[in-house]
């Protein structure tokens, strides 16, 4: 039940797919980069920072189409960004402005955007979960191709939602993928605490309770995420039912933008030599998809992007005070 998808060389990707993913990552990498020293100086509210998780968001979401769905978590700008959202609507709604998507009421931890299949970012641990297992659902009643794949963290597993859900999404034979994002910490609690040794190596053992398919990815390799979840999405398109990935990776930076590191500062040495970005850019030079030059053009063009959107935000008007309750009460005929 548990495979490892060894996947084709990046050379057999379609050379557009290849740079959209590049690009993707960098758009990520560089909107958390900015966001952190804007949390800083000028924004309030709690921000969650993607940064060096990039490879997962990238390569799960190039392996969907634009009308399957995604649910994130309260670590969700990179979701959205992977998935086609708009930056400048994102940091809109982190300067609390009324061009945010949630018209700047709901900031970094509630964004949706259900025209691109987005359900919505949670501040709930696991909290998307369920929801991801409810569009299965209504995937499999209207009888279409699509599919659903739920992010989550490895604190998160150990929620009662991942449980219900994962053996609901099975019973009932459901496209969903449920990718897990093995970054070593729970806030403040080191994912060893947590687990017994003997799973620690492979989370996705978990998915042998469950009767569905299991796969171990390097969550640093947006080659290796996005090969497996291919191979995912597939087997949801027929009817096969659902998949879990657990996806490696390592949060390079705090908890959330701010809060203080207890971590062991060499531990957080060790995992920035598997900086997903050098990675793939290293292997684009290598199979000569890309020249140095090359990524430094895309870096300017996407870091003026990203400086277009903080602009937009700053400009953008607050909201006025009766927007309040919009969206809070159903008006009933």
Request: glycine share 12%; net charge negative.
């Amino acid at each position: 039940m548990n495979e490892k998808i060894e996947g084709d060389p990046i050379h057999e990707i379609e050379k557009e797919k290849v740079l959209k993913i590049y690009e993707t990552m960098l758009k990520i990498r560089l909107f958390e980069s900015r966001e952190e020293k804007l949390k800083v100086t000028e924004q309030d509210g709690a921000a969650h920072s993607y940064k060096n998780e990039e490879a997962i968001a990238t390569g799960v979401c190039a392996a969907l189409n634009e009308d399957d769905y995604i649910t994130s978590t309260h670590r969700g700008h990179g979701h959205l960004i992977a998935k086609g959202g708009d930056m400048k609507k994102m940091m809109g709604e982190l300067y609390g402005k009324v061009t945010g998507y949630s018209r700047g009421k709901g900031g970094s931890m509630h964004i949706a955007d259900f025209g691109l299949g987005i359900l919505g970012a949670n501040g709930i641990v696991s909290g998307g979960i369920p929801i991801s297992v409810g569009a299965g659902y209504s995937i499999k009643l209207r009888g279409t191709k699509q599919v659903v794949a739920t992010f989550f963290g490895d604190g998160a597993m150990n929620q009662g939602g991942f449980h219900e859900a994962a053996n609901l999404a099975n019973a009932y034979m459901l496209p969903v993928i449920f990718v897990c994002e093995v970054n070593h910490w729970q806030c403040g609690v080191r994912y060893e605490q947590v687990y017994r040794e003997n799973i620690l190596d492979d989370l996705s053992v978990r998915a042998k309770a469950y009767g569905m398919p299991g796969f171990k990815v390097d969550g640093n390799d947006v080659i290796d995420v996005y090969q497996t979840t291919k191979k995912a999405v597939q087997n949801a398109r027929d009817g096969k039912g659902p998949s879990l990935l657990a996806c490696y990776t390592y949060r390079i930076g705090t908890h959330f933008i701010g809060d203080i590191d207890i971590r062991p500062p060499e531990e957080v040495k060790y995992w920035e030599q598997f900086d997903p970005i050098p990675r793939i850019e290293k292997r684009l030079m290598d199979e000569n998809i890309m020249s140095g030059a090359d990524i430094e053009e895309y870096k300017d063009r996407v870091s003026t992007m990203v400086e277009e959107a903080v602009e937009f935000g700053r400009k953008s008007p607050l909201p006025n005070p009766e927007i309040a309750v919009e969206g809070v009460y159903v008006n009933w005929p």
